[in-house]
Nanobody, 126 residues
Framework: QVQLVESGGGLVQAGGSLRLSCAVS????????MGWFRQAPGKTREFVAA????????YYADSVKGRFTISRDNAKNMVYLQMNSLKPEDTAVYFC???????????????????WGQGTQVTVSS
């Protein structure tokens, strides 16, 4: 049974930083791309960042480029999202996701991911 558990969310002032973590169990992630998505109240889930199997390739939504960094530790089966210079518009529930298939490239569509965590709330106050 594959499980993804996010942690690290919270309340932070604009300009601050948070680091989200995603622990994966039930599957070795080293052959899978991973992604982060977010969903704000009343909005659809949107892509934030993706990372390739080895961690050497990354891809970001324009809205977070230069402020967020996705990384992974395959030995620990973990994925991270470092978020700097946070803005109120970054407020959302953040989800990590495991690609539906192995050996795929960087993916930015939610339907390309087969497993999801329960999400962690990030609130940025102005």
């Amino acid at each position: 049974q594959v499980q993804l558990v996010e942690s690290g969310g919270g309340l932070v002032q604009a300009g601050g930083s948070l680091r989200l973590s995603c622990a994966v169990s039930g599957r070795t992630i080293s052959n899978y791309g991973m992604g982060w998505f977010r969903q704000a109240p009343g909005k659809t889930r949107e892509f934030v960042a993706a990372i390739g199997r080895s961690g050497g390739n990354t891809y970001y939504a324009d809205s977070v480029k230069g402020r967020f960094t996705i990384s992974r530790d395959n030995a620990k089966n973990m994925v991270y999202l470092q978020m700097n210079s946070l803005k109120p518009e970054d407020t959302a529930v953040y989800f990590c996701a495991l690609d539906r298939y192995t050996y795929k490239g960087l993916r930015d569509r939610a339907d390309e991911y087969g497993y999801w965590g329960q999400g962690t709330q990030v609130t940025v106050s102005s």
